[in-house]
C-alpha cells in the first residue's frame, strides 16, 4: 500500500513566508469549509488572517458573522486573534475597477452596456477572475499577513487558472482592433487590413445577431480598449503573484472518483504552472475505531448472531460496521490510487460529519482534525 | 445531423406505446439540475437509460463541456455529434451528445443562413469564441437551443427521431438563468433572428413537454439550493419536474435504538457480550465502544436525512427516492438506478 507524505497544516499556517492559501477543488467538496476552518486555525495560532469566501452556504456565512456580500472584509466575532473574514461581490468588484480607471462619463457608458453587464454578472469565468483580482487588491493593502481565498463552485476546477488568460484574450489584441476599426474610422467600413473580416464579420453577425448588437459591442469594445488597456498585464500581475513562493495551494476533494480526477488534473496542472502545492485535503473520509474488523468479518458475525435469533442490536450494529468499512475500503482505494499517480503530494483527511458545520467551534474541529488531532472518534 | 437520420420500421410507433404509466407522460424534455456533488450528471445519465427502456430512443446531452456523460459510460471523449452509448433495460438506445457553444453557434449560421464558410473564418478570428462567451444570453440560446430542436426533429414520415431527450444541465444555482433565455437575450435583441430563435425555445421549455427535475442528497446546502430553485423556477413560470433524492441511506436500527444511540444510551455491556456470542473474542470491548458510536453517527445521520425529507416535502413535488451504493457509481449502478426510477414511475 502507498503511503502518501503527510501534509502538516500547522507547520504552514505557523510559517510567516505563507502569505496566501488558495483552496480549490471541484464544486461540492467542501472548499469553503476548509477556507474558514484554516483561517480559523491560522487566527487562533497568531497570524492576521483574512478570508475571501466565494458564495458560502448561508449557516456557515452566519457562523463567521457575515450577514451580506458587501464586498469589505468584517471582523469575526468570537475568535482569539485576528480574523476577518468578506464573501465577494464579483460584480462590485468589477465596477469598481471601471470606475477606477475611467472618467466618470465613460465609466457609466461602460456600466450600462449589456455586453459589460453579462461579462460583469453572467459570464463563467468572471467571478474566478474577480476572485483573483480581489486577492490581488487585498495582498497589496498589505492589511493582513495571510490571505487565505476559497476559488469559486466552477463547472471545472481549472476555471480559476483560465479565466484571467481567457479575459485577457477577450479584451485585448486582434480581435479588439478588428471590432475597433470601424469605430476609430467613423463608422465607415474603410480600412484596407481589416475590410475583408470586418466585412463579413458585419454582414453575418448584422443578419444574424441584428444591427444592435453589433454596435452595442462596437461601444463596448471601444469603451473597454481604454480601461483595460493594459488588462493583461493585470491578469499576468495576478498569475506571478499565484506562483510566488508566499502562495500555497490546498487542492480540496471528497473520497469520490470524480473529485479525485478533478483534484488530479488540479495537481498536474499547478506544477505545469510552477504553482506551489501544498497538499491535498480530502473531506468526508469515513474512519472507524473498529477498523480491525473487516466487512467480511463483520457480516459474519452479524449472520452468526441472526442465524441463532439472539443479540438482535448487535447483529444490526455489526451490519452497519460491515457497510461502514466497505465505505471505508473503498475510500482508501481511491486515495491509494491518486496516490500511485501522485506519490510526492502530502495529503490530510478530514473526516465525514454527520452535520454540515454551522459554528466556529465545528470549524475548530475541522481545523484540529485537518491537524491530525482529531477529537472525536470518526463520524 | 439534421438529416433525417435511422428511418423507423412502420410498426415502430406501436412498440412505442408503453404498457404502463408513468409519471412523466408526455414529457419529451427531461432538464436535470442539482448542486454540484449531488450526482447531477449520474442521475441524468440513468434517467436516460430508464426512459429509453422498452425499445424507446432517447438523447443525453451535455452542456458544461466536462464529458462526464463520457466518463460515466466509460467512453472516448463525445464529439459534436449523436453517438449511440448504451443499450437500455429490454431493449432501447441511449444516444449521448456533448454539446459546445462554439459548433452549435455554427451549425446555427449554416442551418439558418447557410454560412458554414464564412463561420470557420469568423472562429479563427475568435469571433465565434468572443460572442457565444459574452454576448448576454447567446451562449445559453444555443445550448438550449441545441435541445429543443433534437425534441423537435422528426423523420421523413413525420415520427419524432427521439421519443425523449434527457439534458444535464448546469447547476441548480444557475438553472432558472439558463433556462429562461428569453429573459436573458432582452438585454441584446429585441427584435430579429436571435429573438426569434430565443421565443421557440422558450416555447418548447415553457410547455408541459418539459420538465425540471432537481437532484438532490439529504443534506443540508443541497435541499436549501433545491427548495430555492423550485421557487425561482416557480416565479418565472417554468415547469417544475420531479425531485431525485439521490444516494439516501436507510435507517439501518429499529427506532427505539435509533433513539438510545442519539442520547449515548445504547447498553454498551450488552453490544460487547454480543459481539463476543459472535465469535470475535478479542478486544470485544472496545469493539462495543466502538459500534456504540457509529450508531450514534448513524441515529445522527438519520434524523438529519429525516428533517431535510421535511423540508423536501414543503415544496410539493414528486419525489424519486435513489439509494446509496456502497460500491460507487459503475455502469452497473447507472441501471441499478435506471431501474430503480423505473420502479418509481418517474420513467
Not at chain 1, 143 to 160: E, G, H, M
Not at chain 1, 216 to 234: I, N, Y
Not at chain 1, 256 to 264: C, F, G, T, V, Y
Not at chain 2, 120 to 145: E, K, N, Q, S, W
Request: hydrophobic share 45%; with cysteine.
Amino acid at each position: 500500500m502507498k503511503v502518501p507524505p503527510v501534509f502538516d497544516i500547522d507547520t504552514l499556517i505557523d510559517d510567516p513566508d505563507t502569505k496566501i492559501i488558495v483552496c480549490c477543488g471541484s464544486g461540492g467538496v467542501g472548499k469553503t469549509t476548509t477556507a474558514a476552518a484554516v483561517g480559523v486555525r491560522a487566527a487562533e495560532r497568531g497570524r492576521d488572517v483574512v478570508v475571501l469566501t466565494v458564495d458560502p452556504a448561508r449557516r456557515l456565512a452566519q457562523a463567521l458573522g457575515l450577514s451580506e456580500l458587501d464586498n469589505t472584509p468584517r471582523a469575526v466575532e468570537g475568535v482569539e486573534g485576528d480574523l476577518y473574514a468578506m464573501m465577494l461581490d464579483m460584480k462590485r468588484t468589477f465596477d469598481e475597477i471601471v470606475e477606477a480607471h475611467a472618467d466618470p462619463e465613460r465609466a457609466q457608458q461602460i456600466l450600462a452596456n449589456p455586453f459589460y453587464q453579462s461579462l460583469s454578472s453572467s459570464l463563467s469565468g468572471t467571478q474566478e477572475y474577480m476572485a483573483m483580482e480581489k486577492l490581488g487588491q487585498l495582498h497589496r493593502s498589505g492589511d493582513w499577513d495571510l490571505i487565505v481565498v476559497d476559488t469559486p463552485p466552477s463547472r471545472s476546477a481549472l476555471d480559476f487558472l483560465d479565466a484571467p488568460e481567457r479575459m485577457g484574450r477577450f479584451l485585448d489584441g486582434r480581435l479588439i482592433k478588428l471590432l475597433m476599426a470601424p469605430a476609430k474610422a467613423g463608422g465607415r467600413f474603410g480600412m484596407k487590413v481589416v475590410t475583408a473580416g470586418f466585412g463579413m464579420f458585419t454582414s453575418v453577425i448584422t443578419k444574424v445577431l441584428g444591427g444592435q448588437l453589433i454596435r452595442d459591442m462596437q461601444t463596448f469594445v471601444l469603451a473597454f480598449d481604454t480601461v483595460f488597456g493594459g488588462f493583461r498585464e493585470r491578469a499576468d500581475q495576478t498569475y506571478r503573484l499565484l506562483q510566488a513562493p508566499g502562495t500555497a495551494f490546498l487542492v480540496v476533494a471528497a473520497p469520490e472518483p470524480d473529485a479525485l480526477r478533478e483534484a488530479s488534473y488540479f495537481v498536474e496542472r499547478l506544477a505545469e504552472e510552477h504553482m506551489p502545492m501544498a497538499g491535498l485535503v480530502v473531506n468526508r473520509v469515513h474512519r472507524s475505531d473498529a477498523s480491525h474488523l473487516s466487512a467480511v468479518r463483520s457480516q459474519a458475525a452479524a449472520e452468526t448472531l441472526e442465524a441463532r435469533g439472539s443479540h438482535q442490536l448487535t447483529a444490526s450494529l455489526l451490519r452497519l460496521h460491515a457497510e461502514r468499512m466497505h465505505i471505508t475500503a473503498r475510500e482508501s482505494r481511491l486515495r491509494e490510487s491518486f496516490t500511485s499517480s501522485h506519490p510526492s503530494v502530502p495529503v490530510a483527511t478530514v473526516g465525514a460529519m454527520a452535520e454540515d458545520v454551522h459554528d466556529l467551534e465545528g470549524l475548530r474541529a475541522i481545523g484540529n482534525d485537518l491537524a491530525g488531532e482529531a477529537t472525536e472518534p470518526a463520524a | 445531423m439534421y438529416s433525417p437520420g435511422d428511418v423507423p420500421e412502420p410498426d415502430d410507433n406501436l412498440a412505442r406505446v408503453r404498457a404502463r404509466d408513468t409519471d412523466w407522460d408526455g414529457v419529451r424534455l427531461h432538464v436535470v439540475t442539482g448542486k454540484g456533488g449531488t450526482g447531477k450528471t449520474t442521475v441524468a445519465a440513468s434517467l436516460a437509460l430508464a426512459l429509453a427502456a422498452e425499445g424507446r430512443k432517447v438523447l443525453l446531452i451535455e452542456v458544461e463541456g466536462r464529458q462526464g456523460i463520457a466518463q460515466l459510460f466509460d467512453c472516448p471523449p463525445l464529439p459534436y455529434e449523436e453517438r449511440k452509448v448504451a443499450v437500455a433495460p429490454e431493449g432501447g438506445d441511449v444516444y449521448a451528445l456533448a454539446v459546445d457553444p462554439e459548433e452549435a453557434m455554427l451549425e446555427y449560421l449554416e442551418m439558418f443562413y447557410n454560412l458554414r464558410r464564412a463561420g470557420r473564418a469568423l472562429t479563427r478570428l475568435g469571433l465565434i469564441d468572443f460572442a457565444t462567451t459574452i454576448a448576454p444570453g447567446l451562449r445559453d440560446v444555443l445550448l438550449t437551443g441545441k435541445a429543443s430542436e433534437a425534441v423537435r426533429r422528426k423523420d421523413k414520415k413525420g415520427h419524432f427521431i427521439y421519443d425523449a431527450v434527457v439534458m444535464d444541465a448546469p447547476p441548480t444555482g444557475r438553472i432558472s438563468r439558463f433556462l429562461n433565455v428569453n429573459a436573458e437575450v432582452a438585454g441584446l435583441a429585441k427584435v430579429g433572428p436571435i429573438r426569434h430563435h430565443a421565443d421557440t425555445v422558450m416555447k418548447v421549455i415553457r410547455s408541459p413537454e418539459t420538465a425540471v427535475h432537481f437532484v438532490t442528497l439529504l443534506e443540508e446546502m443541497p435541499v436549501q439550493e433545491t427548495v430555492d430553485g423550485i421557487a425561482d423556477l416557480r416565479q418565472i413560470g417554468l415547469p417544475v419536474g420531479g425531485l431525485m433524492i439521490n444516494m439516501v441511506r436507510p435507517p439501518m436500527l429499529p427506532e427505539a435504538d435509533l433513539a438510545a444511540a442519539l442520547t449515548d444510551e445504547l447498553d454498551v455491556e450488552s453490544i460487547r457480550m454480543g459481539v463476543k456470542a459472535a465469535g470475535v473474542e478479542d478486544d470485544a470491548a472496545e469493539i462495543a465502544q466502538a459500534l456504540a458510536a457509529e450508531a450514534a453517527d448513524h441515529a445522527r445521520r438519520t434524523t438529519l436525512q429525516g428533517r431535510e425529507m421535511a423540508r423536501l416535502a414543503d415544496t410539493d413535488v414528486p419525489q424519486y427516492e435513489l439509494p446509496h451504493l456502497s460500491d460507487g457509481m459503475d455502469l452497473a449502478g447507472l441501471y441499478e438506478l435506471a431501474d430503480e426510477l423505473r420502479r418509481q414511475g418517474a420513467a
